[in-house]
């Protein structure tokens, strides 16, 4: 309940209700492959690659070809919000706050969005028939992870960028057209900046993407979210082919303002929402380590 909510009340001077600095809604959700589930539990099957047979013989047999099948499991987690507003304070401002809040609510509920994406992209992955098994996001330095720097640690530089570009492409996990992601922080947009010489034909390009002018690099779209992961200064960013994770919405961030009987009447704002996500090929992401304190 919002016990300080007299701060906003005439006294102060205030004709609105300033909202504080804050991620105001989803940002990865138009970066993912998106589906509606209406389970609790849902599965997306997956077919891997094969290989054709030569024919070196005639009138041969017909080879059969095991085409692999596999699927992920999605559960759907549920989020809601609730504040109350009381009458005496709605009658006492000289703004009505339920707007405010219900904007408030609803940045909340998109940042639970795009935190699930994000512990999707470098969580377990449910597999099997029932969703019993798991697949990790395997560090392989091959395949799906670029170190923070080795013997030397760094923040994010255009190598690592080229790095991430190069092992999505190599093992195929691009296909034509798709569009390819990068999540980071502002952290690493100002160290990309400070690693480009300012005479380098990519400064101009990093300084832009620094300033908010574009947002591609190095062929990635990239999305500013403080919101990934950190851990003793080295920060998970994540780098990924759009069809490599997936949000299952299971309902739509929804909105109910009203009267709260049993609260004399106060001013309930609740905001509920149901989604679930999962990485659906290793080869489509990769876990890119930087070092903040570079």
């Given at each position: 309940?919002?016990?300080q909510?007299?701060?906003?009340?005439?006294?102060?001077?205030?004709?609105?209700?300033?909202?504080l600095?804050?991620?105001?809604?989803s940002?990865l959700?138009?970066?993912?492959?998106l589906?509606?589930?209406?389970a609790?539990?849902?599965?997306?099957?997956r077919?891997d690659s094969?290989?054709?047979?030569?024919?070196?013989?005639?009138h041969?047999?017909?080879?059969?070809?095991?085409?692999?099948?596999?699927?992920?499991?999605?559960?759907?987690?549920?989020?809601?919000?609730?504040?109350?507003?009381?009458?005496k304070?709605?009658?006492?401002?000289l703004?009505?706050?339920?707007?405010?809040?219900?904007?408030?609510a609803?940045?909340?509920?998109?940042?639970?969005?795009?935190?699930?994406?994000?512990e999707?992209?470098v969580?377990?992955?449910?597999?099997?028939?029932?969703?019993s098994?798991?697949?990790?996001?395997?560090?392989?330095?091959?395949v799906?992870?670029?170190?923070?720097g080795?013997?030397?640690?760094?923040?994010?530089?255009?190598?690592?960028?080229?790095?991430?570009?190069?092992?999505?492409?190599v093992n195929?996990?691009v296909?034509?057209g798709?569009?390819?992601?990068?999540?980071?922080?502002?952290?690493?947009?100002?160290?990309?900046?400070r690693?480009?010489?300012?005479?380098?034909?990519?400064?101009?390009?990093v300084?832009?993407?620094?300033?908010g002018?574009v947002?591609?690099?190095?062929?990635?779209?990239?999305?500013?979210?403080?919101?990934?992961?950190?851990?003793?200064?080295?920060?998970?960013?994540?780098?990924?082919a759009?069809?490599?994770?997936?949000?299952?919405?299971?309902?739509?961030?929804?909105?109910?303002v009203?009267?709260?009987?049993?609260?004399?009447?106060?001013?309930?704002?609740y905001?509920?929402?149901?989604?679930?996500?999962?990485?659906?090929?290793?080869?489509?992401?990769?876990?890119?380590?930087?070092?903040?304190?570079?």
């Open positions: 309940m919002s016990v909510i007299d701060t906003a009340l005439v006294q102060a001077y205030k004709s609105n209700i300033t909202l600095s804050q991620q105001r809604g940002r959700r138009g970066a993912v492959r589906e509606t589930q209406k609790e539990f849902d599965f997306y099957d077919l094969t290989a054709a047979v030569e024919v070196s013989t005639r041969g047999d017909t080879p059969l070809v095991n085409s692999p099948h596999d699927r992920r499991r999605v559960a759907l987690r549920d989020f809601d919000w609730a504040d109350l507003i009381d009458r304070d709605r009658i006492r401002m703004a009505d706050p339920t707007s405010p809040y219900t904007m408030n609803v940045a909340a509920l998109g940042r639970s969005m795009d935190t699930v994406i994000l999707a992209a969580g377990p992955a449910y597999t099997g028939k029932t969703g098994g798991t697949k990790d996001l395997t560090l392989e330095v091959a799906n992870y670029v170190e923070s080795g013997a030397t640690n760094s923040n994010l530089t255009i190598g690592k960028l080229r790095r991430a570009n190069h092992l999505l492409r195929e996990g296909e034509d798709e569009p390819m992601f990068f999540a980071c922080s502002q952290n690493e947009l100002t160290a990309l900046l690693t480009t010489e300012v005479a380098s034909a990519d400064y101009n390009t300084k832009a993407l620094v300033e002018k947002d591609t690099f190095m062929g990635f779209k990239f999305i500013q979210t403080e919101l990934t992961t950190v851990a003793s200064s080295i920060r998970d960013c994540i780098a990924w759009k069809n490599g994770l997936l949000l299952a919405v299971g309902e739509e961030i929804m909105v109910d009203g009267p709260r009987r049993d609260k004399r009447n106060s001013t309930q704002v905001v509920c929402g149901s989604f679930g996500g999962s990485r659906m090929e290793e080869k489509k992401v990769v876990r890119v380590k930087c070092d903040e304190t570079l």
